[in-house]
């Protein structure tokens, strides 16, 4: 895709793309707008290295070798693949260049396909991602506080869960894509 110019390659990702995702982590690691695990986590190469692949697809927005998005799809994550396979957690981040231009939309539609309820959980401090999230048709269920402790800030922080459709999600996330 050419997004303002510049060529983005969307893949889905493998083992080989470990340490192209953990640096990219540690460009995200300083950004205060950032509300990736790196935020919550002190991730190493190491871990990034264990992530299940198969089992929890990942696609990466590439530019010129380097990741600048991803989005990780974990299917059956609460109560097993093999009893919930419809049922899918996303996680998701973009580059700080290019937040606000479309590319989040692009990574949802890629990774939104063979599942049906799409869930996830966002910091409330982090309006952006709530704001994609309700665009896309998802739905705030409800808001925990002190849920995940922050590394970055030394202290617990409240998150809202979302629900979606995810064939009107990716519907919605196609058509955004496309204006953008």
Known sequence: MTLEGREIQIIKANE????????YLQLLKDDPENYTIIRYDDVTLEDVKKIRWNDYPMFLAIEK?????SIQVM????FGALRQPHVAG??????KEFRGKGLIYALMFYALSNVSIVTAWVDERNIRSQK???KLGARKIGKID?????IREKSF??????VG???????????EAERN
Request: cysteine-free; glycine content about 4%; proline content about 0%.
């Open 16 to 23: 080989d793309y470990a340490e192209k995702f953990y640096e």
């Open 65 to 69: 070798e380097k990741v600048v998005g």
């Open 75 to 78: 299917r059956g994550k609460y």
């Open 90 to 95: 996303i996680a998701y981040s973009v580059a």
């Open 132 to 134: 994609v999230l309700e």
């Open 146 to 150: 002190d849920f995940m402790y922050s």
């Open 157 to 162: 922080v409240n998150m809202i869960f979302y």
């Open 165 to 175: 459709n995810a064939e009107e999600m990716r519907r919605k996330a196609k058509e």
